[in-house]
């Protein structure tokens, strides 16, 4: 056989063995057996567009966050759990702050001058460029504006003595409807002790952010020098956070208790 008659018939032979593969990958492609690549082996497995499914999305450098990794809710306090407990804290160093206050009667109030021994009403102690007054207003106010950095033009109050809410108007007529009000009175803190301190430390207490609320103008007005024995507020779901605030306070000045006034101090002070 000469070398052309061997070359035609390896090429003949050459076609015929790829239009057999071609014909059986045919049959093959049709019967299921083999897939497309992009069939076979789907890129995601995410919920399509338009379901219910939950987006979960993540700050950049943030974990992602899924189902299985949330904290379960019955292994984890609640955010009612965790006020409830903070709340109980707070009491209990009340009640414990109060044991240790000394405890005897009011001195006179011979001598008391608000503005001589307390400061002219309002200061800047914190030296923040406010005065207190607008201190007190810009932090228990809601939607407030203001004229300036510090001058509180409007907004509203829900008075914590009451629960009532007064739209706050600042002017002649209007402004003495949100008052800001001494939770320990001066004159009492006059007569349990104050007395003894330094002007400074006077001052200091009568613009302490801790010792004053805004309230309604009715509330302070009928406290006046009132202690726990002679007023209390209203609201009595206030009242815990009221006394914690005035034992804080005594506390902190080193100031006394009347009898009665422990004692009232006391009994609210064991429902906290």
Avoid at 28 to 47: F, K, V
Avoid at 139 to 148: C, K, Y
């Amino acid at each position: 056989m000469t070398s052309r008659r061997r070359r035609t018939r390896t090429s003949l032979t050459s076609v015929l063995v790829v239009l057999a593969l071609a014909v059986g990958g045919y049959a093959l492609h049709t019967a299921g057996i083999i897939a497309p690549d992009a069939e076979a082996a789907p890129a995601t497995t995410s919920a399509p567009t338009g379901t219910d499914a939950p987006t979960i999305e993540t700050e950049p450098g943030a974990p992602g966050t899924t189902r299985a990794s949330r904290t379960d809710a019955t292994s984890a306090p609640s955010a009612t759990t965790a006020t409830s407990a903070t709340d109980a804290a707070t009491a209990a160093t009340a009640r414990a702050e109060l044991a240790a206050l000394p405890v005897k009667g009011k001195a006179p109030a011979t001598g008391y001058d608000r503005v001589g021994d307390f400061g002219t009403a309002w200061l800047d102690v914190d030296r923040n460029g406010c005065d207190t007054r607008n201190d007190v207003l810009a932090r228990d106010l809601s939607a407030i504006t203001r004229q300036g950095p510090c001058r509180v033009l409007t907004g509203t109050l829900v008075s914590p003595y009451t629960g009532a809410t007064i739209g706050f108007v600042r002017g002649e007529t209007t402004s003495t409807l949100v008052q800001i009000d001494h939770v320990v009175a001066l004159e009492n803190a006059w007569r349990t002790g104050a007395q003894q301190l330094s002007q400074r430390e006077r001052e200091s207490l009568a613009n302490d952010p801790a010792n004053l609320f805004a309230v309604d103008q009715h509330s302070n007005a009928q406290k006046r020098s009132g202690d726990a024995a002679t007023w209390l507020p209203a609201d009595k779901s206030f009242r815990c956070t009221y006394i914690e605030h005035q034992v804080a306070v005594k506390t902190k000045y080193r100031l006394w208790v009347a009898p009665t006034e422990h004692d009232a101090m006391e009994r609210i002070l064991r429902t906290c």
